[in-house]
Nanobody, 123 residues
């Protein structure tokens, strides 16, 4: 069992930056693939970025070049650095964890979810 707690959301102007953190419980954090998803009001939850246990990353086209996912296994924490924020990035952001293998690009493969952190970007 893994418990995930996000932090770092808030209100920022367009063009600004935020860093989300996701702290995980448990002693096997390094074995988990970690994903970031977001959900805007009235929309489906969508993939943002993921980092495998081995460190490889993948991003949605909409955030590529602006967002960076990283992990610190010593701190049981995964991060999402968000630069060049746009109003369309406004959403609740969720981190997720899985022991499955594969592309890890869809929400169905993740077994554990955080409670979400709100990010609001004003124009």
């Amino acid at each position: 069992q893994v418990q995930l707690v996000e932090s770092g959301g808030g209100l920022v102007q367009a063009g600004g930056s935020l860093r989300l953190s996701c702290a995980a419980s448990g002693r096997t954090f390094s074995s988990y693939g970690m994903g970031w998803f977001r959900q805007a009001p009235g929309k489906e939850r969508e993939f943002v970025a993921r980092i495998r246990s081995g460190g490889s990353t993948h991003y949605a086209d909409s955030v590529k070049g602006r967002f960076t996912v990283s992990r610190d296994n010593a701190k049981n924490t995964v991060y999402l650095q968000m630069n060049g924020l746009k109003p369309e990035d406004t959403a609740s952001y969720y981190c997720a964890a899985t022991l499955r293998t594969g592309s890890l690009l869809t929400r169905e493969v993740y077994d554990y979810w955080g409670q979400g952190s709100q990010v609001t970007v004003s124009s």
